[in-house]
């Protein structure tokens, strides 16, 4: 079956510690985004790329990075600089085009403990 | 600044009812809109989406309403049930010329939908 994979579904983390979150698709889309959620918020747009080894900021880069070596992955890092990194992070991939939807995958809930 | 909101936070109905979901936008240059539900611990899943030249949709069991005067879109779902208690997004498309901006959706806040069986 298609679809997007995000791995794990829960992380914890220190303070101070860089942690990487897995995201990949099997469904042939050039363009894949990081969504960040928090409680009772909508999506806030992290980074996107719309083709390999390219990406873009969205409107929370900072603390982030990513990586786009692979149509099908697109790993996100939260690093030490992120001062509030405790969220639910949401990975999207989509059709590069005018207005086509994104599938999401099922997220990580991140905790720094 | 240019925002994707909601009117209401929260919408309790009884099953069988019509629920309507409001969203308000503010960036006339949006071209795209979709309808996103999200159940909770889960990503959210596309219900439906409507162009900037349409004013209405309809899918099964719902449909999206674009006034473009107002800058307003509405979801309204039919015979409301159980299952549809969810967390309702709308998300804005910004398109531009230069293409880099297609599929970087700008969500709206939410509205948290009970049903009451």
């Known amino acids: 079956d298609g679809g997007i994979t995000q791995s794990p579904k829960y992380l914890f983390r220190k303070e101070g510690q860089n942690v990487t979150l897995s995201c990949e698709q099997n469904?042939?889309?050039?363009?894949m985004y990081w969504y960040r959620q928090d409680p009772g918020q909508g999506l806030r747009l992290i980074y996107y790329?719309?083709?390999?080894?390219?990406?873009q900021k969205g409107d929370i880069a900072e603390g982030y990075s990513v990586s786009r070596e692979k149509k099908e992955s697109f790993p996100l890092t939260v690093t030490s600089a992120q001062k509030n990194p405790t969220a639910f992070y949401l990975c999207a991939s989509s059709i590069v085009g005018r207005g086509l939807e994104a599938f999401f995958g099922q997220g990580t809930r991140l905790t720094v403990v | 600044g240019e925002s994707v909101g909601l009117h209401l936070p929260t919408l309790s109905v009884q099953e069988g009812d019509n629920s309507i979901i409001n969203c308000a936008y503010s960036n006339s240059a949006s071209d795209y809109f979709i309808w996103y539900k999200q159940e909770s611990g889960k990503g959210p899943q596309f219900i439906i989406d409507?162009?900037?030249?349409?004013d209405k949709r309809q899918g099964q069991r719902v449909t999206v309403l674009l006034n473009k005067t107002v800058k307003h879109l509405s979801l309204q779902i039919a015979a409301t049930q159980p299952g549809d208690s969810a967390v309702y997004f709308c998300?804005?498309?910004?398109?531009?010329?230069?293409?880099?901006?297609?599929?970087?959706?700008?969500f709206g806040q939410g509205t948290i939908l009970t049903v009451h069986p």
């Open positions: 409507i162009r900037s030249n349409m």
């Open positions: 790329s719309q083709i390999v080894n390219d990406f």
């Open positions: 469904l042939n889309h050039d363009a």
């Open positions: 998300a804005e498309n910004r398109g531009n010329a230069g293409g880099t901006s297609y599929g970087k959706l700008t």
